[in-house]
C-alpha cells in the first residue's frame, strides 16, 4: 500500500487497484486465449507441436510486457483505430 498525498491529505492506494493482473508475466487474458487455442489444437487433434508454439508465443507475450506493460492494450486500440495512432 502507497500514500498519496494531495493538498494535505493523505489516500491510501492499494498496489492490487493499480497494478497489471499478470500470469506468469503475461496478460491474463492473452494467457487464456493462447493456452485455450493451442490446447484445443495439440489435444482434439493430436498435433503436440502446438504445445511448443504455445510456449513461444508466451514466451514472446511475455518479452514485450517486460518492455511495454500496456503493450496488448496499445496493440489492440491500433487495431480499432489505425488512423488516430499513426498507422
Known sequence: MSD?????????????LIDRQLMAGIPRTFG???WVICGALAFMQSAWFMLVV???????????VSKDPYFF???????K???YLGQ
Open 32 to 34: 487464456i486465449m493462447i
Open 73 to 79: 492494450e496499445t496493440l489492440k486500440l491500433s487495431r
Open 54 to 64: 504455445g510456449a513461444i508465443v508466451h514466451y514472446a507475450g511475455a518479452f514485450f
Open 4 to 16: 498519496n498525498s494531495e493538498n494535505g491529505f493523505l489516500t491510501p492506494v492499494y498496489d492490487a
Open 81 to 83: 483505430y489505425p488512423r
